[in-house]
C-alpha cells in the first residue's frame, strides 16, 4: 500500500465544483480534505457504494468560515474509483448541499393577522 494515494480530479469534476461557486477558503479546505485526510488513508473514510461500478464514497462536512454566515453547513460527497494498481483515487462524481441551520422567518411563519 502506497503511503499516499494520489487523487485525481478530472476536468469534467472541477468544472462540476466550479459551478458550486464556493469561496476560495472554502475550496482550499476542500482540498485539504481531500488530500491531508482521505490520501493517507483512505480505507478508514471511503464507503463502498452498492452498484454496478465498484465505486467508494467520501463524505464530509464543514460549517461556513465567514461570520455572517454562520448558520451554513456545507454538505460534500465524493465518488471515486480506484486507479491502476490501487494507488490512486480517481474521482468519478461529486455533490454539495448547502444546509441553513437558523434560515430566515418565511412568509408561512407569520401568518396575516385576521380583521373582523
Given amino acids: 500500500m502506497p503511503d499516499n494515494f494520489n487523487i485525481f480530479i478530472p476536468g469534467e469534476i472541477r468544472r462540476k465544483i466550479a459551478l458550486w ?28 457504494v452498492k452498484d454496478i461500478d465498484g465505486s467508494v464514497m467520501y463524505l464530509f462536512s464543514f460549517s461556513e468560515p465567514e461570520p455572517a454566515n454562520a448558520d451554513q453547513t456545507h454538505l460534500f460527497q465524493f465518488r471515486f474509483i480506484y486507479g491502476p494498481g490501487e494507488t490512486a483515487l480517481i474521482i ?24 373582523d
Fill in 92 to 115: 468519478i462524481d461529486c455533490g454539495h448541499i448547502l444546509v441553513n441551520r437558523n434560515p430566515p422567518p418565511g412568509p408561512d411563519d407569520n401568518p396575516p393577522e385576521v380583521v
Fill in 21 to 48: 461557486q464556493l469561496s476560495a477558503e472554502l475550496l482550499t479546505r476542500i482540498d485539504d480534505q481531500l488530500q491531508s485526510r482521505l490520501s493517507p488513508d483512505p480505507s478508514n473514510h471511503l464507503v463502498r
